[in-house]
């Protein structure tokens, strides 16, 4: 049994397809900031504490109207439901087990539709702005037909960074019957894969853009459509273009700045996620815990300031907690659960995490999050 989440990264590696992996694991160009994300977080010291009363650790918040088990949401990951069958219904029922959140993609696999009718429940759906305004205004309707309990704007990808794995695992890069046939030779190594995923996981497509790409287009047409729809136009007067016609809580996803962060609440956010993309966008970008406390400073409390970004324990989670975020978002932790061992293994890591920010707590004298 994993007991870590490095344990599910190793697992989830031997498991699914290289490109797969690597689409999911990697970062932009030299991946920097990828690296960054984890080694500053690493770097701050946690201030252990004596003879207190902890035998009672409650890790419950409140966010945006919504009750948590733990600040933790699982962040929008596009298409990590290829990671097991069906793969963001298994998460998302993860979550609510958990008693935590779920944003679900633009680009997942299963559509907000499937997801909240095999869960029971709407997650929160998170919006990529594209050039096409009647695409968003569909997505957005949807988000709001199905109740979802927030929006989750993500404003830091007018174009996708460089990702050299998604060029050298032929995700991307080499179009036509090479690429194909070295895609092909990753899945046949991976058999159980390939059966739960590839045979009975079907269809595999972006599930929230098939009215606009077409039910029975391949992965790849997908992928092209994104990279030629991401809207490099869009600027503050869009963000508030979709306040206007989001009615719920809209979180703004992607901010590194200070005068940034001031704009997406004068815009109409009612709460900002600290984050670099988990280092696939700008490498050399400052990693998401080094850019909080400034932007903490800037906003003084106006609204709730989540931050993502290398998060791997527990004891992560407590360190962007100390410094005062609300909550984390963490996004290859669950993908790499749920490769590793579908429903099960989103679960369990969910509950590592739960565990080890209890025990972080205890030992650095906290009994509660308030």
Same mark, same amino acid.
């Given at each position: 049994?994993?007991?870590?989440?490095?344990?599910?990264? #190793?697992?989830?590696? /031997?498991?699914?397809?290289?490109?797969?992996? =690597?689409?999911?694991?990697?970062?932009?160009?030299?991946?920097?900031?990828?690296?960054?994300?984890?080694?500053?977080?690493?770097?701050?010291?946690?201030? $252990?504490?004596?003879?207190? =009363?902890?035998?009672?650790? =409650?890790?419950?918040? /409140?966010?945006?109207? $919504?009750?948590? #088990?733990?600040?933790?949401?699982?962040?929008?990951?596009?298409?990590?439901?290829?990671?097991?069958?069906?793969?963001?219904?298994?998460?998302?029922?993860?979550?609510?087990? #958990?008693?935590?959140?779920?944003?679900?993609?633009?680009?997942?696999?299963?559509?907000?539709?499937?997801?909240?009718?095999?869960?029971?429940?709407?997650?929160?759906?998170?919006?990529?702005?594209? /050039?096409? /305004?009647?695409?968003?205004?569909?997505?957005?309707?949807?988000?709001?037909?199905?109740?979802?309990?927030?929006?989750?704007? !993500?404003?830091?990808?007018?174009?996708?960074?460089?990702?050299?794995?998604?060029?050298?695992?032929?995700? !991307?890069?080499?179009?036509?019957?090479?690429?194909?046939?070295?895609?092909?030779?990753?899945? #046949?190594?991976?058999?159980?894969?390939?059966?739960?995923?590839?045979?009975?996981?079907?269809?595999?497509?972006?599930?929230?853009?098939?009215?606009?790409?077409?039910?029975?287009?391949?992965?790849?047409?997908?992928?092209?459509?994104?990279?030629?729809?991401?809207?490099?136009?869009?600027?503050?007067?869009?963000?508030?273009?979709?306040?206007?016609?989001?009615?719920?809580?809209?979180?703004?996803?992607?901010?590194?700045?200070?005068?940034?962060?001031? $704009?997406?609440?004068?815009?109409?956010? @009612?709460?900002?996620?600290?984050?670099?993309?988990?280092?696939?966008?700008? =490498?050399?970008?400052?990693?998401?815990?080094?850019?909080?406390?400034?932007?903490?400073?800037?906003?003084?409390?106006?609204?709730?300031?989540?931050? @993502?970004?290398?998060?791997?324990?527990?004891?992560?989670?407590?360190?962007?907690?100390?410094?005062?975020?609300?909550?984390?978002?963490?996004?290859?932790?669950?993908?790499?659960?749920?490769?590793?061992?579908? $429903?099960?293994?989103?679960?369990?890591?969910?509950?590592?995490?739960?565990?080890?920010?209890?025990?972080?707590?205890?030992?650095?004298?906290? !009994?509660?999050?308030?």
């Amino acid at each position: 049994m994993p007991a870590s989440i490095a344990d599910y990264r #190793a697992l989830s590696r /031997r498991r699914v397809p290289r490109f797969l992996f =690597d689409y999911t694991d990697g970062g932009s160009y030299a991946e920097s900031t990828l690296a960054a994300n984890e080694a500053d977080l690493a770097a701050i010291t946690l201030d $252990q504490r004596v003879m207190v =009363d902890v035998s009672h650790v =409650d890790t419950a918040t /409140r966010l945006l109207g $919504q009750n948590l #088990a733990m600040p933790v949401i699982l962040a929008p990951v596009g298409l990590g439901g290829l990671h097991a069958r069906r793969g963001e219904v298994q998460a998302m029922r993860a979550a609510m087990q #958990a008693g935590v959140a779920m944003a679900l993609s633009t680009v997942s696999v299963c559509s907000l539709a499937e997801v909240a009718a095999a869960a029971g429940a709407a997650p929160w759906f998170q919006l990529y702005l594209v /050039r096409d /305004r009647g695409a968003n205004t569909a997505m957005i309707e949807a988000a709001r037909m199905h109740n979802c309990p927030a929006l989750v704007l !993500t404003v830091d990808l007018p174009t996708p960074g460089a990702r050299h794995r998604d060029v050298r695992s032929s995700l !991307t890069g080499a179009p036509g019957f090479s690429g194909w046939l070295h895609r092909a030779a990753q899945v #046949a190594a991976r058999p159980r894969w390939a059966v739960d995923v590839g045979l009975l996981g079907g269809p595999i497509a972006m599930g929230n853009l098939t009215s606009l790409v077409g039910a029975r287009a391949p992965l790849s047409d997908y992928l092209g459509w994104i990279a030629r729809n991401f809207d490099a136009s869009a600027d503050w007067s869009r963000l508030a273009w979709v306040r206007s016609r989001w009615p719920g809580p809209l979180i703004v996803k992607g901010i590194l700045h200070p005068d940034d962060a001031a $704009q997406a609440v004068a815009h109409g956010a @009612d709460a900002i996620v600290v984050s670099n993309h988990g280092g696939r966008q700008l =490498d050399g970008a400052m990693s998401a815990v080094k850019a909080l406390p400034a932007i903490l400073d800037r906003l003084g409390g106006a609204v709730p300031v989540l931050a @993502d970004g290398g998060v791997r324990s527990g004891l992560d989670v407590l360190r962007f907690v100390g410094l005062g975020a609300a909550a984390v978002l963490v996004g290859r932790p669950w993908v790499w659960g749920l490769g590793a061992r579908g $429903q099960a293994g989103v679960a369990h890591v969910l509950q590592i995490l739960k565990t080890e920010l209890e025990t972080a707590m205890a030992l650095t004298g906290q !009994t509660s999050l308030g």
